[in-house]
């Protein structure tokens, strides 16, 4: 049985910091890791989707990579913005469902 | 091109009505995704459904819940003589394709609270 596992729950850091967020999977028979991002009240967001015979995708200041042997992903965040301030979700994909961790609550401060 | 629009944003039931939740996906989108997010809980999947077909449903309770997604108008997520365990947030989400990497659009979620 697939579980998704992310750490930190919560960050704190100053405008400006390069950050990462780890994402870790037990079932490495996954289609794709996708991260997400959860802002109160407005849903989420597709970030960015890497497919199982992929490393790495990037868009923007944001760069995700995948290390299926290991069963983890990082999110890097790079210059981070207060607009960044938002719950971020990783999902192991399985077939045409989505294997969900708990999230890693980021508060940028000004 | 409007997202995923969910109604209502927020429900109020008491214990044993019934609840209906609507979902229409992005124009052009022919595939709905229902999660649930209870709280303290990662998303679960509950249903995947195409126009007029269920495609899997291995996340729904058996009983009270049930999901359709007619020819015409929204998905409708329908959960039956409801408890306070069903109180949480219920997301629809939609793609265009049958592809497992196919990228899902998110709708804003409907928050179910059970008096």
């Known amino acids: 049985k697939q579980e998704v596992t992310q750490i930190p729950a919560a960050l704190s850091v100053p405008e400006g910091e390069n950050l990462v967020l780890n994402c870790s999977f037990t079932d490495s028979a996954i289609y794709n890791l996708q991260w997400f991002r959860q802002d109160p009240g407005k849903g989420l967001t597709s970030l960015l989707l890497i497919q199982s015979s992929q490393r790495e995708q990037t868009s923007g200041r944001l760069n995700a990579s995948l290390d299926k042997s290991s069963g983890r992903s990082t999110l890097y965040i790079a210059a981070s913005q207060p607009g960044d301030s938002a719950t971020y979700l990783c999902a192991a994909g399985n077939n045409r469902k989505l294997i969900w961790g708990l999230g890693t609550s980021l508060a940028v401060n000004p | 091109n409007a997202g995923v629009m969910q109604n209502p944003r927020h429900l109020v039931r008491r214990r044993g009505q019934e609840a209906r939740l609507r979902c229409s996906p992005m124009k052009g989108h022919s595939h709905v995704y229902w999660y649930r997010q209870l709280p303290e809980e990662g998303l679960k999947f509950m249903v995947y459904?195409?126009?007029?077909?269920?495609?899997?449903e291995s996340g729904m309770p058996k009983e009270r819940f049930s999901a359709e997604f007619p020819k015409e108008g929204p998905s409708i997520l329908r959960i039956q003589q409801v408890v306070r365990g069903d109180s949480a947030a219920y997301f629809c989400?939609?793609?265009?394709?049958?592809?497992?990497?196919?990228?899902?659009?998110f709708g804003s979620g409907t928050q179910l609270s059970v008096l």
């Open positions: 459904l195409q126009k007029e077909n269920i495609i899997d």
């Open positions: 989400a939609s793609s265009t394709l049958d592809s497992i990497n196919e990228k899902l659009f």
